[in-house]
């Protein structure tokens, strides 16, 4: 058997198919740093509604304050300052996290208002 003739055939196969490995290895990359890149994103999405809302907490804790003073404290003043709370909360995150966390997060408003009752939670103890 000649094995330049052989090699001579099989140099286009060889190299059809190293360019193909190298085309699938290229995505495969490609999807993994993709995915590392939206996983950070998240995180830093979440972290950063984390601090939003722990801001607004202590921005309004004024307002708080003011509404105990007068020895009562109504259910309606505790909900209008929770509802102030998570509208400072999404003011503060931007509309681009917003649309990104909106994405990420089914239930969006029930999530900033869980961490907006959680750092009032944190900050009472």
């Known amino acids: 058997m000649d094995w330049y003739a052989l090699t001579e055939a099989l140099t286009p196969i060889l190299a059809t198919l190293l360019v193909t490995l190298i085309s699938w290895g ?50 309606e003043e505790s909900e209008n300052i929770k509802a102030e709370a998570i509208a400072r909360t999404k003011a503060m995150l931007g509309k681009e996290t917003m649309k990104f966390a909106a994405k990420a997060i089914a239930d969006l408003d029930s999530y900033v208002a869980g961490k907006v009752e959680g750092e009032v939670t944190a900050a009472k103890g």
């Open 26 to 75: 290229v995505f495969e990359l490609k999807k993994f740093i993709k995915s590392k890149t939206d996983n950070q994103l998240f995180i830093n999405t979440v972290d950063s509604i984390g601090e939003a809302a722990r801001s607004s907490v202590m921005d309004l804790k004024v307002m708080v304050d003011k509404a105990k003073a007068d020895g009562v404290f109504t259910k």
